[in-house]
Each structure stands twice: as C-alpha cells, then as structure tokens.
C-alpha cells in the first residue's frame, strides 16, 4: 500500500524514507498480496491462488490540492496462468486494475496498461504487466494507495479476461537475494507517504 498525505501540497516517500532505511530483505516500495485469479469460463480452468507482487508509485512527490497525480501499478509477479491450451504470441495481453484511494480522499484510480507481452507457453504464468492512470488531489491529509483487483484480458483466438482480486493485505515483498532466515521481520503495513507542506514550503 502506498500513503499519499496533501494540504496545500506534499512529498512523497517510502516510510523508509520518511522513517529510516529499508529494512534488511525488503524491495522499497513493492508489496505481496495474496491473490484469487479467475481464469475465464471457456477455458475450463479451476481458480489460481497465490501471491501477487505489485508496486504503487506516483509521479509528482510533492503535489498541491488540485494538482492531477499520475499513478503506476506494476505488476511482477501473478498467479495468473495462460488461459488456453495453446501458445501466447507477444502482445495480445492487456492488464487493467484498480487502485483503492483512502484515508482524507476516498474512491478508486482505474489503471490501464498497454497491449504488450512476451510469448507465453501453455500452462505458464502469466507476464509482468504495468498499468498507469491519474486522479486528482482534492483533500487536504494523508491518503492512502492500496492495490486492488485487476484483469488479464488476452486476445489470441478467443477474447478472454482472467480476473484477479486481492484476497489479503499487502506486506512488503522479501529481497530474492537476501536470507530470510537472517532478516528481520517485515513491518505489515509498507506505505509511501507524501508529506504536506503549505504553498511556503512548511511540512503540514
């Protein structure tokens, strides 16, 4: 989850950075969550569970109440398999997903990603996908980004849409490259935060 905070204007930061560095055996800024992928009827497959691993993060670190904030959802990792029987060819996938905004500013940021992909064997998982889309800052406050559901919609011989929704709470994703058993334990709730600050520059 990400935590955007806005008066007349904020900045962005992990809470490592609001609040030290990352803790050993943490990717700044990227989350798991667990994960129910429906694969679409025709393909006859039973539903996928797993782990999805996503990061949230903002272009503008430091925006104003009414200030438009483009936000991107990348998605590395989903349970989410091929739903046919047969090959994906590059480019056929397209992901949309939502994003769920809370805290001092309610609703949701639909992201949508282009139509691009590597091929993608029968019965493999499905490719990282990033999805992109704005909303505007209309509150003043710390607003929080949670990543929501999201669909795979492949178009190669059938329209098919795999829909995936969060089943969990996120939790900061593990470093592949570190020891578990040496780290420390993840906090469980990662955030990003934007500061406030008024128009001279003052933190709210």
Known sequence: MAVLAAATGGAL?????????????????QVDFPTQCLAPQEAGLPPADGPTTARITVD???PRVGDTVTVTYQVTR???????????????LTPT??????????GEVTVVGAKRN?????????????????????????????PGGYTLHTAHLLDLDTTCAAAGTPVPA??????????PSPDPSPRTRI???TQEGVTA
């Not at 930061?13 to 800024?29: D, F, K, L």
């Not at 989903?78 to 056929?92: E, F, K, S, W």
């Not at 992109?132 to 003043?140: E, I, K, L, R």
């Not at 593990?174 to 780290?183: E, K, L, N, R, V």
């Open 13 to 29: 930061t992990s809470p490592a950075a609001a609040e030290g560095e990352t803790p050993p055996g943490q990717v700044p800024g």
């Open 60 to 62: 503008d670190p430091a």
């Open 78 to 92: 989903t349970p989410a398999v091929n739903p046919l029987a047969v090959d994906l060819p590059a480019d056929v």
């Open 97 to 106: 997903g939502r994003i769920v905004l809370g805290g001092a500013q309610s």
């Open 118 to 146: 590597d091929p993608v064997k029968a019965g493999e998982t499905l490719p990282a996908v990033t999805m992109t889309g704005t909303f505007t800052v209309t509150a003043p406050g710390e607003i929080t980004l949670a």
């Open 174 to 183: 593990p470093d592949p490259a570190t020891d578990p058993a040496t780290d």
């Open 195 to 197: 500061r406030t600050r």
